[in-house]
Structures are given as C-alpha cells and as structure tokens.
C-alpha cells in the first residue's frame, strides 16, 4: 500500500445508478459496523460498568465513553486524511474498512472479561480506532459511487441497520446471551463477518489522478471556498446527535431509578422495539421522499422536533406509557434523520478529491463526547427532568442551525 497526494474519484454525475444488490451488500455492511457503535454505547458499555463497580456506574460509564469518543474525534480526520491517499489494486475505501474491522473486532470481543475500568479502557481505545476507519472508508463509498439521485436512497442504506443492528444486537446481548464475556465475543464475530459480502464482491472505482499542480491549485480552492454549508451541515448533525444520546444513554438508569422499574434491562428491551420500529419505517420513507423532492432542511428540522418533543415527554411525564409515546416519536424523528442528513452532507461536499478528509472532519465533530459530559454535568447538579429539558434544547438548536445552509433546499 502507498500513499500518494489526494486524487478525485469519478464525479458522481457520470456515476450509472447502483443496484439493489449493490444497496442490499452495502447496508449489510453498515450493519456490522453499526453493532460495533451503537450496543456499547446504548447498553453494553454501561451494563459492564455495573458490573465493575455497581457504586460508581455513572461515573464509570461516561469515562469509557467519553474516551471511544475522543479516540474517533482525533482518529477520523487523519485517517480520512490517509485514506484520500492510499492507493491499492484492492482499493482505498475497501482497505480501510476491512482493516478498520480487523482492528475493532478483536480488542472488541475480550472487553467483557475485563474486571477494571481500566482493562476496558484499554480495549475500547483500540475498538474506536478500528470504528473510526470503517465510518470514514463506508461514508466515504456514497460521495464516490452513487449518484445524486439515489443518495437518499443510499443513505437510508447506512442509516437503516443502524436501527436493526440495535434491536437484533440488544435481543442477543438481553436475552440470549447474557453472560456479559460471552456477549462481547458474540458481537464481534457478528460485526467482523457481515461487512465481507459487500467489501469482497464490489471492485472499488480507480481514482483519477491529476497532475500535482492542479492538485495544488485546487487545494488553495477548496481549503477556503464552499466550506461554510458543509460547517453548518455539521453543526446541525453534531447538535441533534448530542441531543438524541443525552437523552437516550442514561435511559436504562432513568427506568431503574426514576420509574423504579422491577426489570429495567427488560423494560429497556421493549422500549427500544418500539424505537426502533419507527426507526426503520421513517429512516426509508426519508431517504425515498428526500430524493422525490430534494428537499433535505425542512425533513430535517421536522427531525429534531420529533426527538426534542419526545425528551420533554420523558421530561415532564414521567411515566412508563409516556416512555412507550416518546420512544415511538424519538424513533420517527431519529430514523428519518439518518437518511436526510448524510444525504445533505454528501450534497454539500465542496471538493471530490477530499470526500473521506472532509467527511471525517463532520464524523469526527458529531462523536465529541457532548453527550456523556453533559448527563455527567446535569447528573450531578440536578436529575432525569433537567436531563431531558437539555437533551430537547440541544435538538431544536440543532433544527435551527440547518436553516444556515443555502445551497440544498
């Protein structure tokens, strides 16, 4: 493998739409990675830190993942970066991902036999090391491959599994395997397999070289031009992400202290059903009615209204029925986003030879530990009420912020 000074992939104009098989392999893939984010952080992560040390959880937990944070904040514009660069017959996107995997899935199947927090540390330092690879190559293919047409489409493709990945993961991690070791292992082979269909049966497009100094040229372009959208566009989805994950993280405490809940990992189970449900139903809807109509601000600003109204719900009422409405609405709101905003994004991409950098300057942004400071901070000071009044102002700053962006409706 070398690296080399960036290179444009084919501009997608010229792009021949991608098959279903294409979108089917494609989506397989973002499930695995999926599984290796969203479990530890929804419920594996916390779960282990209960286990370590049941009087210091909150604590415990919002360290390691304040740290699978910070590691994916500093890893993905380097290796965005690197990845915009690399040149191998297997191709630039595939070599990353499929690295990224082996990296992530190895510490990722021994961190539930660890008995400190700092065991776990260790591993989940090198678990998000390997995930920032897979996010850059993955988000990366849609600039490269798809057309503008079927981003939408595309994006749904990356943003469905992620709502599959969670239910089948927390069914597993709940119900069949719940010996927290085994558990760790099981995911891991789950999120190392899946991916392979897709990274082995589609040969990655050659990037088209430029001579070194229209490269230059273009780099002293696009450093300074077409960047505010693209800003703006990664506030949003940095604010309405942080706003979903302070409210839905502590969930599983929220149900054990708050609704004193007999089973809370159980009533956590069926909550997350009822999520996801609306979940997987809006994130298509989205992705084929943003194609249809181009229209990616206002779908995203009705997100964020969604997920802010269900935070006040689990806010104001507190109860196990008003958990079951809020659920369905985060879910809705949130499913929906997923498709809209990467669309919006590859849109708003200023310049074809740094899709993976500048991708990874949004990715990187979005996973600041936001969330696990502020339920720290509000915690601490104050309770679930306040926790949730935050979690829904973030959001609506979030929808807010979109209307900044002037070059996609």
Known sequence: MTLESAAPAPEVASREPVSRTWLLLFALAWFGFWLLVMLPGQFMVVKLASVIDPAEKVAIGSFLITEMALVIVVGVPLIGWLCDRTRTRFGRRRTWALGGLIVATAPFAFVGQQTSWAGAAVLLGLVALGEAAVLVALSAIIADQVPEAQRGRASAAMGVPQVFALA???????????DVGTSWLVIAVLALLTPLPFLLAFPEPAPQDKPARARRSLWRRASWAGYGDLG????????????NLVGTTYLLFFLADVLLLPDPDGSLMILILFYLGGCAIASWLGGVLTD???????FIALCAGLQAAAALLLAFVPTWDASIVAAVLLGVGYGMFLSVDQALLTDVLPDSETRAR???????????????????????????????????????????????VRSVR
């Open 292 to 298: 249809r109509f181009r229209a990616r601000r206002v």
């Open 358 to 404: 500048d991708l990874g300057i949004v990715n990187s942004a979005q996973h600041l530990p936001i969330a696990p400071l502020v339920g720290w901070a509000v915690l601490t000071v104050a309770g679930y009420t306040e926790l949730y009044i935050v979690a829904a102002v973030i959001m609506i700053i979030g929808g807010l912020v979109v209307f900044r």
């Open 168 to 178: 089948l993961g927390m069914i597993i991690v709940t119900e069949l395997v719940t």
């Open 232 to 243: 703006w566009a990664g506030l949003s989805r940095v604010l309405i992400n942080a706003g």
